[in-house]
């Protein structure tokens, strides 16, 4: 599907970025596209750097970033990919329409990406998860509020039955078997935030068959799958969710489980590369 209209609006700054990327790029098509959520910024430097754009100097995004998001988009080359890296995402708690946070997928989208990573920091409800293992994302539960489809113009009826892709999920979890990397399955919830959720919130998630649950990541979904992308989720299970543990809830926490977790990321996020690009 070609971007339409009203993705970009003809000399605004997401215009003038998309057209800077594409002249970095040379025309070169891009591989796939990551979005990469609390503490997974680390991952922008994989690779070979080839140019970076700090999102400050572009004012299509937000002034201030959340701690754990780096904040600048990445062109990088791995293992023979091209890969376009946005180390940091805008969040609705933030003040944002979730058609405004979706900004990353659409100039994805427009510079040739059919194949689109997202990436989030989670509490897990599931008690088979724990803090430190990640979840492939198999469906969602939108619970923002908001869907960033809202009041556009267009064919706005989008299937979400098969949103996520799970095409090269058991050739990962293979590789994972020798690297120590446990990775699940499950049903992502997003919250509105910025608060974390209540125990008895947490309580109906699962009763609602939420495995794990977030503030970000299923606008985004909802567009890419608007946009025509193949889509894959993942979330790092930074802590269990409220209720589920007696440890106080804290974002300084959750940056330091994914601190810790970083070489077990790199290791999925090469493996995973490699076995959707390749298909």
Known sequence: MSVPSWAFEPDTPAANLQKAVASAAGGTPFDLAVILGSGWSHLAASGRVLAEFPYCDWACFPEQMVAGHAGRLTLVELAGRRLLCFAGRSHCYQGFSAFDASLPVRL?????????????????????????????????????????????????????????????????????????????????????????????????????????????????????????????????????????????????????????SQTSAQILFEQLVEAWTSL
């Not at 499950?186 to 910025?194: D, N």
């Not at 007696?246 to 994914?258: K, N």
Request: with cysteine; charged share 20%; hydrophobic share 40%.
């Open 108 to 260: 994805a989208s427009s510079l040739g990406c059919r194949k689109l990573l997202l990436t989030c920091a989670a509490g897990g409800i599931n008690p088979a998860y724990a803090p430190g293992d990640f979840v492939w994302v198999s469906d969602h539960i939108n619970l923002l509020g908001d869907n960033p489809l809202r009041g556009l113009s267009g064919d706005l009826f989008v299937d979400l039955s098969s949103l996520y892709n799970r095409t090269c999920y058991d050739t990962v979890c293979d590789a994972l078997v020798s690297q120590d990397v446990s990775l699940h399955t499950g049903v992502l919830a997003a919250m509105p935030g910025p608060s974390y959720e209540t125990p008895a919130e947490v309580r109906m998630l699962g009763t609602l068959g939420a495995d794990l649950v977030s503030m970000s990541m299923v606008h985004e979904a909802i567009m890419a799958r608007y946009l025509g992308c193949e889509l894959v989720g993942l979330g790092l299970i930074a802590n269990r969710a409220a209720g589920l543990s007696e440890e106080t809830l804290r974002h300084t926490d959750v940056l330091e489980r994914a601190r810790n």
